[in-house]
């Protein structure tokens, strides 16, 4: 059977417990993300090895190619719970950091290369 790309991994039956597990703990919840990622990607997550895999691919599909963006992620649902604020605190610390980076003696070296 062919699942959806926004079909939940936990309720798809013919996955057992242990990849399941594995994807969960990564905040891999939908059958878009996992097939977003490769293989090897895949195989750095702790527990799951090449019969996880197998198994995985067996069921939802070779990867497709495309970037995860999954709704049900953490990060998808930290950035929608942060207030206006909070952004601009935010927005605030990348804008200091990559100043911060333009001004190092590294970033002169790299820039003429970049």
């Known amino acids: 059977m062919m699942y959806p790309d ?11 417990t242990r990849v399941k597990n594995s ?3 990564d905040d891999i919840t939908t059958v878009g993300a996992a097939k977003a990622l ?3 990607e895949l ?5 799951f090895g090449k019969v996880s895999l197998a198994e995985l691919r067996a069921v939802v599909g070779p990867n497709s190619g ?6 049900h992620s ?3 649902k930290t950035l929608v719970a942060l207030t206006y604020g909070e952004v601009l605190a935010l927005c605030d610390a ?7 980076i333009e ?11 970049i």
Do not use: V, Y
């Open 6 to 16: 926004n079909f939940l991994i936990e309720d798809i039956q013919e996955l057992s």
């Open 23 to 25: 994807l969960a703990n």
């Open 38 to 40: 490769s293989d090897g």
């Open 43 to 47: 195989m750095r997550m702790p527990n």
């Open 66 to 71: 495309k970037a995860p963006c999954d709704p």
């Open 74 to 76: 953490h990060l998808a």
């Open 94 to 100: 990348i804008i200091k950091t990559h100043r911060q």
């Open 103 to 113: 001004r190092s003696s590294i970033w002169r070296k790299l820039s003429p290369i």
